[in-house]
């Protein structure tokens, strides 16, 4: 995926939170996927490696960033 607005706000190994679908648990981010109409986050549960058998793939627009303050959308 080539560098869109969605690098602004967020960088891999970020930590985020779908509060909607996973309540309080933390994931960090791995990869991005997606195109620019519809990104998506490729996320792996905080405390673990990532691998193929613990990834999610999130919709950024569902997404809360973390732990970053200097960037906005938190």
């Avoid at 791995?30 to 691998?51: D, H, R, T």
Wanted: aromatic share 14%.
């Amino acid at each position: 995926m080539k560098k869109d607005i969605i690098h602004k706000y967020f960088k891999k190994g970020d930590i985020v939170r779908n509060e909607e679908i996973w309540g309080n648990r933390l994931f960090i981010i791995g990869a991005f996927g997606g195109n620019s109409y519809l990104p998506e986050l490729y996320v792996y549960p905080k405390g673990q490696e990532w691998g193929i058998g613990n990834q999610c793939n999130w919709s950024v627009m569902d997404t809360k960033l973390i732990d970053a303050p200097k960037r906005p959308l938190q």
